[in-house]
């Protein structure tokens, strides 16, 4: 386990004030999280896309608290180091501001999370100070919302057009005055997520496909590493195609344990001569 120190809020924003980007990714589990900590990335986000990446549903939206706080337990263990968000899932905060808070203290409480996100603009920013109240750092989430994929039509960039773009600029003050310490834009155009850097005071502008102008980025692990087999989003850079290296690697083993050259006798485990002759004798 590395030995690097935690950042804090303080921290974040200390980053932000020397013109260094934050990293954000995505994790659902222990390994990819020891992995991630062993990188140096700043933050991670236990995702609610876990209900597509991890457990195959065609949205976010069956994802339960449970589902949830399961995944970000396993994150904790593996990255203790780093600051986590759990990401509230689909009608865990919408009903009313005390299932907000509620449920946001399930985060910190039963998973070690140091803040939570939610989505919405300032019809959620009461959930926002309330949860704030009760001392738990909350972060916002605009632009393409998956949570309310059917009333955004679709899987595409929001606030392509002046009106709604100045609806977004307006969500995030809204959020950034009612306690949000942090925001992240997914899929805005690149100079309405530069407006919003510019004019954010005390909160931090995180982009996900909204250009290079935010203080830091997000990115979807699985997105990054050729692990969905669905779609690839545009903005989505592929680091490395570990899902390509698992395929080859699980081809070769149905190869090999067909044609009997796995296992070799480094993959077994032998008896002594004398315990296995003992063995025989008393098998008659
Ligand atoms: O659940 C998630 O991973 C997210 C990202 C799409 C931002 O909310």
């Not at 449970?66 to 970000?72: E, V």
């Not at 919302?145 to 609806?167: D, F, H, I, N």
């Not at 992240?184 to 850097?197: G, S």
């Not at 083993?253 to 485990?269: A, I, L, R, T």
């Amino acid at each position: 386990m590395s030995e690097r120190k935690k950042l804090s809020i303080p921290g974040l924003f200390k980053k932000v004030a020397n013109n260094e980007p934050i990293t954000w990714l995505t994790c659902y589990d222990y390994p990819t999280a020891y992995l991630q900590e062993e990188a140096g990335i700043d933050m991670i986000l236990v995702g609610d896309s876990l209900g597509m990446t991890m457990l195959g549903y065609e949205s976010t939206l069956p994802v339960t608290m449970d589902d949830m706080i399961r995944h970000s337990q396993a994150v904790r263990r593996g990255a203790p180091n780093v600051f986590v968000v759990g990401d509230m899932p689909y009608m865990s905060y919408q009903p009313s501001v005390e299932s907000a808070i509620r449920n946001a203290g399930r985060f910190m409480s039963e998973a070690g999370c140091d803040a939570i996100k939610l989505e919405g603009g300032g019809e959620m920013a009461d959930r926002i100070t309330g949860i704030v109240k009760a001392g738990i750092p909350a972060i916002g989430h605009l632009g393409l919302t998956p949570q309310s994929v059917a009333a955004l039509g679709g899987y595409r960039v929001q606030g392509k057009g002046a009106e709604q773009a100045k609806k977004i600029i307006d969500a995030a003050k809204a959020l950034e005055q009612a306690g949000a310490f942090m925001i992240l834009l997914e899929m805005v155009p690149d100079r309405v997520c530069k407006l919003i850097t510019e004019r954010a005071e005390n909160c931090i502008i995180m982009s996900l496909g909204s250009g290079p102008d935010a203080h830091g980025q997000l990115l979807i692990y699985h997105d990054m590493f050729g692990l969905y087999p669905r779609f690839k989003p545009r903005m989505a850079k592929m680091f490395g195609n570990a899902g390509e290296v698992i395929l080859n690697g699980l081809k070769q083993y149905v190869d090999e344990v067909g044609q009997k050259s796995f296992p070799q006798p480094e993959n077994w485990f032998g008896i002594k001569d004398d315990e296995y002759e003992q063995l025989l004798s008393t098998l008659g």
